[in-house]
């Protein structure tokens, strides 16, 4: 299947700036969006394992992102889009069982939640890193903090878990952290237990981009909200599978809303990275 998305692919090269989102948050129009496309679950489907099996394999992770990135040529090379390892390290409940993504969740039989072992994503990092385009940037997703708040800790308890997994997978190599909340609302207190969280990815050099619902509502600071629609603020925009993105659209990345993974058949994914 590698083989054949390969003889399919786009002609020509093509350099991802990887100036392009820092010069966004200085709030600087980019020349154009990087495009991020999810397809870490899907990818299993090359290797026909369900999505939780290829997950847990890292070197055959490695070896097919790698060969993705080589014949599909994203410019942000998304290594995991929501599995919630960090999660499960950090000791909460994750249930495959409705198919992924999976669910997380806190059983009160359980400690409360705190940062676990980043050790199996950031080898995962390295080793793609080591055989990918050397103008991929590579990406991963971590859960935010109000993830944790459900196993009982506080806020700012929660935002350093996130903080401890956001130093780690960037200094691995991951330039783009998208950070997932699946919280209606915007809790109390977010915008200032977040601060240190944009402000350490600032400094090991990477970006962060909030996948929640209210993204656009916090106050500007160095990271991307990642919304379905336009806002005057830097952003990027999520597009569901196999849409594309509109030609005007002055995002500064673009990605999917969602993995590709039970979406867009294997067989199509050629088309819809090209589409988005």
Avoid: N
Wanted: hydrophobic share 45%; glycine share 8%.
């Amino acid at each position: 299947m590698v083989r054949l998305l390969a003889r399919r692919r786009r002609d020509g090269p093509r350099h991802a700036d990887v100036t392009a989102l820092d010069d966004a948050l200085a709030g600087y129009r980019v020349d154009r969006p990087l495009r991020a496309p999810l397809f870490a679950a899907l990818a299993a489907q090359v290797e026909e394992l369900d999505a939780q099996e290829f997950m847990g394999d890292l070197g055959r992770r490695a070896r097919i992102y790698a060969d993705l990135a080589r014949s599909l040529r994203p410019d942000v090379l998304v290594v995991d889009s929501g599995s919630g390892w960090d999660a499960e390290a950090a000791g909460m409940d994750v249930d495959w069982s409705r198919g992924y993504p999976p669910s997380i969740g806190w059983s009160s039989a359980s400690p409360r939640p705190s940062a676990g072992d980043p050790g199996p994503m950031v080898d995962l990092l390295r080793r793609v890193r080591a055989v990918v385009p050397e103008s991929t940037l590579l990406a991963t997703t971590i859960c935010g903090p109000a993830t944790y708040t459900v196993g009982q800790a506080s806020l700012a308890d929660a935002a350093r878990i996130t903080i401890a997994y956001a130093r780690a997978v960037a200094e691995a190599g991951a330039y783009v952290v998208f950070v997932r909340e699946s919280e209606a609302e915007l809790p109390d207190g977010y915008d200032r237990a977040v601060t240190p969280l944009w402000g350490t990815l600032k400094f090991v050099r990477a970006v962060g981009v909030l996948r929640a619902p209210w993204a656009a509502e916090l106050l500007r600071g160095p990271f991307l909200p990642c919304v379905t629609s336009h806002v005057e603020v830097p952003h990027a925009l999520a597009v569901a599978p196999g849409e594309a993105a509109p030609a005007d659209t002055r995002a500064a990345l673009i990605t999917h809303t969602e993995d590709l993974a039970g979406r867009v058949p294997v067989r199509q994914l050629q088309g819809a990275v090209a589409r988005l």
